[in-house]
């Protein structure tokens, strides 16, 4: 085995126009101690003619999944491979914003030996345009996250996992039963234990499209219901303790205008819903709607309702 500090893991799925732009970026990067892995879950073998004509990486390995993964096993098969210290997710339509990019991540963890996580400021690109760039996150969301990491799924201020580089630590893969609050609940387990170094500078371009399945999982109750129900029966109804996951699930019944168990289950979820939950709809249910759909006002009911709950 030739172990390398850096495994850039990348689960490809058909676009190898995108894959050629990823990987014209890593090609051109100053640190070179770096392995390549692409895990090709696509139907055909577009990625595989591409990757085999593909000579600008020397140490690059390919695998064709035998079986279509889906998100995120195909990450988590990418991870099983690797031999670096550390782990790069980078997905086939991201790419690094300069050949100092990678560089960056490693002097991070040069200045900072007792980090485990590193992430850095990004670019939006869709359609060829910067449409944003991610700000420094704010000082409360950073200090409420290093009190409790699961205030995380109130508000994704670290970014996608291509912006990531963490340790290669076998027993934090990302749970392949969510889609939509994958990246989420992975940097909430991860961080919960971890040292988390954040860099201003931005170091990775994240292209935006229509074929994302964040895009395609956006405000679709048969999606976000079950994931969070799921969430929260998996880490206990102990992380509604903090009042920003708490304002989460609060949110979550408002906007999908939950009113009972029917909802909850017409949207997919067929396991125990917390009676905590139930407490958050029975209330809601009793509430004006304007009052709700007031932020201001709703802000204010949920913050009584959560300090109830505390007592």
């Not at 670019?123 to 200090?143: C, D």
């Amino acid at each position: 085995m030739n172990f390398v500090n850096v495994s850039i893991c990348i689960p490809a799925y058909k676009n190898a126009g995108f894959l050629n732009r990823l990987l014209d970026s890593i090609a051109i990067q100053a640190y070179k101690d770096y392995e390549v892995i692409i895990t090709d879950d696509s139907p055909d073998d577009e990625v595989k003619t591409f990757v085999s004509n593909y000579s600008k990486i020397k140490n690059l390995r390919y695998f064709k999944n035998t079986a279509q993964l889906g998100t995120p096993k195909n990450w988590n098969e990418g991870i099983s491979k690797a031999m670096g210290s550390w782990i790069k997710i980078m997905h086939d339509d991201d790419w690094f914003v300069d050949e100092n990019s990678l560089q960056t991540f490693i002097d991070v963890t040069n200045e900072r030996p007792t980090a485990t996580v590193v992430y850095s400021a990004y670019v939006n690109i869709e359609n060829g345009r910067t449409k944003s760039i991610s700000a420094r996150p704010a000082l409360f969301r950073r200090i409420a996250f290093k009190l409790n990491p699961f205030s995380i799924v109130s508000t994704n201020f670290i970014g996608p996992p291509s912006v990531v580089l963490h340790k290669n630590n076998a027993q934090f893969v990302y749970d392949d039963k969510l889609k939509w609050l994958v990246d989420l609940e992975f940097y909430a387990r991860y961080f919960e234990a971890s040292k988390m170094i954040y860099c201003k500078k931005a170091l990775l371009n994240i292209g935006i499209n229509d074929q994302q399945v964040t895009k395609a999982s956006s405000l679709i109750p048969e999606v976000e219901i079950p994931e969070y129900l799921y969430f929260l029966n998996k880490h206990g109804v102990r992380i509604l303790k903090n009042w920003l996951v708490y304002d989460s699930y609060w949110r979550l019944v408002r906007n999908f205008k939950i009113k009972g168990e029917d909802d909850i289950f017409n949207a997919g979820f067929n396991g125990e819903i917390p009676k905590e939950l139930l407490s958050i709809i029975r209330l809601q249910k009793n509430i004006p709607s304007f009052i709700l759909h007031v932020g201001v006002l709703s802000k204010l009911v949920m913050f009584v309702k959560y300090l109830l709950f505390r007592v």
